[in-house]
């Protein structure tokens, strides 16, 4: 497969601290998307059967490369009995599927009676083999002995939706690979599986008629809990396939019900995301109108303008996670002023860490100048003001499901501004890795295990429990270009345009891998009114910002137990240092 084009030649600049560049973005290109989730369905349903055959070619790819097997039995292409029980099971139901798909319409010539009974026998026959595959909870937990519950976590809840086909085995491996990456325990709500083919059925029906099955209930019902309750500031919710679908409608139901400063406590992070819309609406008319004018593309919580950064600093004191111990509950409700979402910030990093310093092109430091660095205001609804603060999409240009999902639709520009769009930053990488199964190819290829330097076996404690992240990877060191293009879209010309078979991929060049990040979740900076002002910003808009990935991956800085470097939403820290809830 070949590889998507890599973005045009960028002049010389007269940087400092490497070739860092800075672009306004937002979604855009050449391609264009007439129609959204709000549409429909059979027109959805129609586009949707057409893009299935259209991203055909990269159905192999949601099981290849089948190896290699990096996080050892967690991995679900590994030789464990459970794995292989697993397979045979789904080779067996899909036999079983495709039989009774291609004799339907031979039952016309029988009496109905008789059809109908060979039907209900079929489906009976299918429903026992997922019950054998799938075991009767809903609710799973990620074991004990891969992240026990700490204190210093305790204000967290983490809850995990898996993707298709993921019978009670692998949703059991995918909460502890979590776990282990994350230091967390994670609460599981099993997406139960009907079979491959019946499960790309149910996709159909849950994204384009809004069809809540009952895990999105339970789900639902879970979350507002968890939001509700004050001992939680932060609510973790990771998506994976069509369990992305499921998180989906969950968002709107939870958009529709809850307050604002509840909804300040959810992150969201998807893996192959097969959804066709995530909202996550602007609070205010006027910021959103702001967003337009000046986007900040993917680098909401990265770039900075500099003097808005010392302005901020000289007027709120610096927040940080309260000790163990030492933080009180938090109360369900705050002041609009301390409402918003964690905000993105640097895990435990050196303090020595400089930041980026961007330069525009033509040398002329007098202006406003850009700056790259892992921490953020402690306020993002400063940033984006939008209800969720914080929403990552991670997704393999060669993944089916994320072409067919997030893809597609967060990455070809609306023929309208009235068409839903796809909100949430996304990383699409190129890589020999690139398929679709949650260990093996995102956690294993995005957040791989420690391994030892001269065996490569995984690093491991006594218990046979891997030690955790590794600090350093291919991906999260990789470099993307942030924002891009002077026509308002945030791209050049020809970027950021659907993947086709052409684009997605080319053996050849499998070694040299390429992420790009999407920035739809665009932030208005307010410096100063004056024209000449507005030029400089506009003109550095168009230069862009080179970053790694790790500088711009919210979720990597929970890895191995960290924090991003905050105060807990719904508490802030006093004159005095104390921190307290924000309405006291």
């Known amino acids: 497969m070949a ?15 490497g070739d860092t560049r800075f672009f306004g973005s937002q979604i855009g290109g050449r391609s264009v998307i007439n129609y959204g989730y709000t549409d429909m369905p059979w027109k959805l349903m129609a586009w949707d059967v ?37 397979i045979m099971m789904h080779v067996l139901l899909c036999i079983l599927q495709l039989g009774g798909i291609v004799l339907l319409p031979a039952l016309v010539v029988l009496p109905v009676w008789t059809a109908a009974l060979i039907i209900g026998i079929f489906l009976l026959v299918n429903k026992l083999l997922c019950i054998l595959l799938n075991g009767k909870g809903v609710e799973y937990h990620s074991d004990p002995k891969y992240a026990p519950a700490l204190p210093e976590h305790a204000h967290e809840q983490w809850i995990f939706i898996n993707g298709v086909a993921a019978g009670s085995h692998w949703m059991q491996t995918n909460l502890n690979r979590l776990a282990v990456t994350f230091k967390r325990p994670i609460l599981g709500i099993h997406n139960k599986t009907s079979g491959i083919i019946f499960d790309v059925v149910e996709c159909l029906i849950q994204r384009n008629w809004g069809y809540a099955t009952r895990d999105v209930r339970v789900c639902y019902r879970i979350i507002k809990q968890k939001l509700y309750n004050p001992q939680y500031s932060k609510v973790i919710f990771i998506l994976h396939s069509q369990g992305s679908i499921e998180g989906g409608l969950i968002l709107d139901w939870l958009l529709q019900e809850l307050p604002q400063d509840l909804l300040s406590k959810l992150e969201v992070y998807t893996f192959g995301n097969a959804a066709n819309h995530f909202n996550n609406p602007h609070r205010h008319i006027r910021t959103q109108n702001l967003a337009k004018r000046n986007p900040f593309a993917a680098c909401v919580d990265s770039v900075r303008l500099t003097h808005d950064r010392e302005e901020e600093a000289a007027r709120i004191p610096r927040l940080r996670n309260p000790q163990p111990g030492s933080r009180p509950s938090s109360a369900s409700s705050s002041s609009s002023s ?45 940033l984006s003001d939008r209800a969720i603060g914080h929403i ?54 995005m957040f791989p295990l420690q391994k030892d330097a001269v065996t490569g076996e995984l690093i491991k404690y006594g218990q046979g429990v891997p ?6 990877n291919d991906f999260m060191e990789s470099e993307v270009l942030v924002g891009g293009g002077g026509d308002g879209t945030g791209r050049e010309e020809g970027e950021g345009e659907e993947l086709s078979e052409g684009e997605a991929g080319n053996d050849d060049d499998a070694r040299e891998e390429q992420v790009a990040v999407v920035g739809i979740s ?33 979720l990597w800085q929970y890895r191995n137990g960290r924090s991003p470097e905050e ?14 809830n924000a309405t006291m």
């Not at 190896?67 to 697993?86: F, H, K």
């Not at 967060?410 to 930053?425: H, L, M, V, Y």
């Not at 100063?528 to 230069?543: A, V």
Request: net charge positive.
């Open 50 to 86: 057409y893009y299935f055959f259209k991203f055909s070619w990269a159905i192999p790819y949601i099981v290849w490369p089948l190896s290699p097997a990096d996080s050892g039995e967690l991995s679900e292409l590994s030789p464990t009995w459970g794995n292989i029980r697993a």
């Open 392 to 445: 990552e999409h991670y997704a393999h240009t060669t993944d089916f499901v994320a072409l067919w999902g997030v893809l597609h639709f967060a990455t070809s520009r609306p023929s309208s501004q009235f068409i839903p769009r796809f909100i949430g930053r996304v990383f699409a990488r190129t890589s020999p890795r690139g398929g679709h199964q949650m260990v093996q190819h995102y956690l294993d290829g």
């Open 467 to 472: 030690v955790g992240a590794e600090e350093a």
């Open 567 to 580: 105060t807990p939403p719904l508490l802030i820290r006093g004159k005095d240092g104390v921190v307290r």
């Open 338 to 382: 301390f409402s918003s979402p964690n905000s993105s910030a640097a895990a435990a990093e050196p303090a020595d860490k400089s930041p980026l310093t961007v330069e525009p092109s033509n040398g002329n430091v007098t202006g406003t100048i850009l700056s790259a660095t892992a921490t953020t205001s402690p306020y993002p609804s400063h």
């Open 522 to 554: 665009p932030v208005a900076t307010i410096a100063n009114g004056s024209l000449s002002s507005c030029r400089r910003r506009r003109k550095n808009r168009q230069e862009g910002v080179r970053v790694k990935v790790k500088e711009v991956s919210r």
């Open 3 to 17: 590889q998507p084009p890599p973005p045009s030649p960028r002049p010389a600049t007269a940087s400092h601290g």
